[in-house]
């Protein structure tokens, strides 16, 4: 990374860190990017330039956590088997959020009680997940690599999804990599029922 790459950076996680400090204190929608920028010493054109939307702004985290865990998965060699492959993505989404705690934390309470940021933020899942999906596809080859990749991809999205809720209603107090481990212990353990066949 070079020197610009790091001060683009660092403006970024900067204006991030102001604008959940003023989401806290007065809400998403009372809070305004001239309100932003100010507070983080820079010009509203620099926020936009950055965060194009308040919503890119809050789910600006995730866009961290979900990017980090692509990169890591495109890392694995090709040998790599699937399932490791799959372990990657949950072991990068973990490791991000204990990175980031405060502020997934404060993005999800805006998400939970904001329509406009909780379509942003399904819609930044969906792409997230058809981006794994590819990757996976790729690796496994076949006739029905696509369903096989999209079943495993929904399903690793749903181990992530259910122990980060349980981890959120915590408080943040609980152990998100343990909630992790339980949920894919359960899927492990073959405790979760699956469809019975359509005759």
């Not at 932003?36 to 820079?42: G, K, L, T, Y």
């Not at 620099?46 to 990169?71: C, H, I, M, N, Q």
């Not at 088997?81 to 989404?93: A, K, M, Q």
Request: aromatic share 8%; hydrophobic share 45%; proline share 4%.
């Amino acid at each position: 990374m070079s020197l610009r790459d790091i001060k683009m950076e660092r403006t970024r996680e900067s204006i991030a860190d102001v604008a959940f400090t003023l989401f806290e204190a007065q809400g998403f929608t009372a809070t305004t990017v001239g309100e932003i920028a100010a507070e983080a010493e820079v010009g509203s054109r620099t926020v936009y330039r950055y965060f194009p939307t308040k919503e890119e702004l809050v789910l600006s985290g995730f866009k961290k956590v979900f990017d980090t865990a692509l990169a890591d998965v495109r890392a694995c060699p090709a040998e790599t088997p699937i399932p490791d492959v799959l372990r990657t993505v949950l072991e990068s989404v973990v490791q991000s959020n204990l990175e980031l705690p405060k502020q997934l934390r404060g993005a999800y309470e805006i998400i939970t009680t904001t329509p406009s940021v909780r379509a942003h933020f399904a819609q930044s899942i969906r792409a997230w997940e058809a981006d794994l999906r590819r990757e996976v596809a790729d690796r496994l080859g076949g006739r029905s690599a696509e369903a096989i990749a999209g079943l495993a991809v929904a399903q690793t999205a749903a181990v992530f999804i259910l122990a980060f809720e349980d981890w959120y209603a915590s408080g943040g107090r609980a152990d998100l990599r343990k909630l992790t481990r339980t949920a894919l212990d359960l899927l492990h353990a073959d405790k979760v029922p699956v469809p019975a066949r359509i005759q």
